[in-house]
């Protein structure tokens, strides 16, 4: 399956907000975007309802709206290692983890990262947003985010066999989410065994979307049951197609943000327009109202420093001259960890590693082709949440809180917020995914061998743990003036013991799931960890998470709300200019960031609009 040509330009000529630069530099904006992403198109559509307010987006890569890798589910993963697609970000050597560095996929793209993820669509617990409330204002709470979560939803599994109550699902909003139309055997095995292993203490819920997602459960997915059947749903087709229309709105592609213009009135900084680059030209654009950096957790900071505004030690060892000095910048970086285990399947069951058969694929592809149905046509379907506590001795729960209060990352709060989480019997601490196929965790820091075939005729399971509430703080910073330039990233995976124990904790659970007669009978024999490793000695397993953990791709907080920008989402010692995307995040949410992000972006356009009345 080939995917089809860029198609910029015949979008710009068929789309009246899809311009050149030409038309972009010639017009007047009352606000700009930086990137076309997950949240910058939710803005774009939002603030552009208002046919008196012009609104700009530039974005860094190409439209590439019509691109199968992008629409086929089964393909999601094709899009983390395509330089036309994916920025291909580096971490910097994990010295607590082998001294591997990490892929960090970053959408290239109209759509951004909502183009290229695992369509893997979950909210945050409700006392995640509670201890946002706590941290920066009642705002930001459970029930002032809940109708935002619910807003850009339009859940199309109201007929669904699966569980859920739909008072708790959007019906109107943009972004589709549906359950699986089929999936392996394999995985309802994997469901009954962790029920029967921890569901009578903690049942699953009827919808874990409720706040509470404690248990295992069929997950959603951000595909499109309806309206283009079998498809992903993402931020280009639920929010930039139905504005794409409006004379107000002026979106520039393959456009590269330089930096932000700040103009000083007495000492006063306001962002008045940005510097860009496109087909070798620098220019300018100017903004009357306000400059909205919809970045990322990885380039939001990279453009604020490029401009003057952080750390004044990062600033001068990159040659960038301090204006606006706020230490925050680039820091408080958190990402979700992922580790797990693989055990090789009996011969006679099978995953989805039985389509790395030429035959199987070519099946699979016609199908999906015809049709837009079968394998190719759904995404993840089996996963859960626990609470560390409830799969960790008691005497361990304790001292692992206690090392986070004793030797914190973070501020003396924030570290009483992580100790609290871990000690609680029902925080969803730990993120448990049943993947139907070999999982290479060794080699995983290359995602384009997280899902490498197996020996022919060789069929897997895997069982994924990712720890939800890291205590590692990393870093992302800039390193030169140079914007085309990547900037140091940082994670800082397992620099805290605290995360490590977690995940110790967590395989030795998913260890015990692989015991429970539902699933046993399926499996012959232990692939990772090697079979010669005992899980149940901590040394030998702590090695093994060195070694084979993974990012979950979820990074945040690095302009965080209470340190870069206040609650309404402007940012500290600058007039007109605000950030809203992942970077904000004052606090890690238990699940993947998506659903929260669209939730965050909605709520944002809300705010501008009411700061602008």
């Not at 087909?279 to 990885?298: D, F, K, P, S, Y």
């Not at 990062?314 to 925050?328: F, M, R």
């Not at 910048?329 to 995953?351: I, K, M, R």
């Not at 060195?546 to 340190?563: C, D, Q, V, W």
Request: with cysteine; aromatic share 8%; glycine share 8%.
């Amino acid at each position: 399956m080939e995917p089809t040509t860029n198609g910029s330009h015949a979008e710009v000529a068929s789309h009246s907000a899809l311009c050149d630069v030409g038309e972009f530099i010639k017009s007047k904006f009352d606000c700009i975007i930086v990137g076309g992403g997950t949240a910058g198109l939710v803005l774009a559509n939002r603030l552009s309802e208002d046919s008196n307010v012009q609104v700009g987006v530039l974005e860094a890569g190409a439209a590439n709206m019509s691109d199968p890798f992008v629409l086929t589910p089964g393909l999601a993963t094709q899009g983390w290692y395509r330089p036309e697609t994916n920025w291909m970000f580096k971490s910097t050597p994990q010295k607590n983890g082998g001294n591997r560095s990490h892929d960090v996929p970053r959408g290239k793209m109209l759509g951004g990262t909502s183009a290229i993820n695992y369509m893997i669509y979950n909210r945050g617990q409700k006392i995640d947003y509670s201890d946002w409330a706590e941290l920066v204002g009642e705002e930001w709470g459970w029930d002032r985010l809940k109708p935002y979560l619910l807003k850009h939803e339009r859940f199309d599994g109201t007929d669904s066999e699966f569980s859920h109550d739909p008072s708790y699902h959007g019906k109107d909003g943009g972004i589709h989410t549906s359950f699986p139309t089929a999936r392996c055997p394999i995985e309802t095995h994997w469901l009954e065994a962790c029920e029967q292993i921890h569901g009578q203490q903690h049942p699953s819920p009827k919808d874990a979307w409720s706040g509470d997602h404690t248990g295992v459960y069929t997950c959603l997915s951000t595909i499109d049951r309806y309206s283009a059947r079998g498809t992903r749903s993402y931020a280009t087709t639920g929010y930039l197609l139905p504005a794409l229309r409006r004379s107000n709105l002026k979106i520039l592609t393959e456009a590269h943000v330089l930096k932000i213009i700040l103009e000083s009135d007495f000492g006063n900084f306001k962002a008045t327009a940005l510097q860009f680059q496109t087909e070798g030209q620098t220019h300018i654009v100017h903004a009357t109202r306000e400059i909205i950096l919809c970045a990322g957790a990885i380039q939001t900071p990279q453009i604020l420093e490029l401009s003057g505004l952080g750390d004044p030690s990062v600033l001068s060892k990159a040659g960038v001259e301090t204006l606006v000095q706020n230490v925050d910048v680039g820091a408080n970086f958190q990402d979700h960890l992922l580790t797990g285990l693989s055990y090789t399947l009996a011969p006679n069951v099978t995953s989805l590693d039985s389509l790395h058969d030429p035959v199987l694929q070519a099946e699979a592809i016609a199908e999906y082709t015809k049709s837009q149905s079968g394998p190719l046509s759904n995404g993840p379907s089996s996963m859960g949440f626990v609470a560390y506590a409830t799969i960790a001795p008691e005497a361990e729960v304790s001292a692992t809180a206690s090392s986070i209060e004793n030797a914190p990352s973070t501020t003396p709060e924030l570290a009483k917020l992580e100790a609290e989480r871990l000690r609680s019997p029902t925080t969803a601490g730990i993120h448990l995914y049943g993947i139907p196929a070999s999982f290479n965790f060794q080699s995983g820091h290359d995602c384009s061998q997280y899902f490498a075939a197996p020996p022919p005729g060789v069929n897997r399971f895997t069982m994924g743990v990712s720890l939800q509430y890291p205590s590692s703080r990393g870093s992302v910073h800039i390193t030169s003036t140079d914007p085309f330039h990547h900037p140091a990233i940082d994670p800082a995976y397992l620099a805290h013991p605290a995360d490590l124990a977690v995940l110790c904790a967590a395989l030795r659970y998913a260890d015990k799931v692989f015991q429970v007669p539902a699933l046993a009978h399926c499996v012959a024999e232990r692939w990772l960890p090697r079979p010669e490793v005992d899980i149940g000695d901590r040394a030998q397993l702590e090695e093994y998470v060195r070694k084979h953990s993974n990012s979950e791709y979820h990074p945040l907080g690095t302009a965080a709300m209470g340190k870069v920008v206040d609650s309404r989402l402007r940012v500290m010692g600058v007039g007109g200019l605000r950030v809203c995307d992942a970077s904000v995040f004052p606090t890690n949410v238990s699940g993947n960031l998506m659903a929260t992000v669209y939730a965050v972006a909605e709520k944002g356009a809300d705010l501008i609009r009411e700061d602008w009345v």
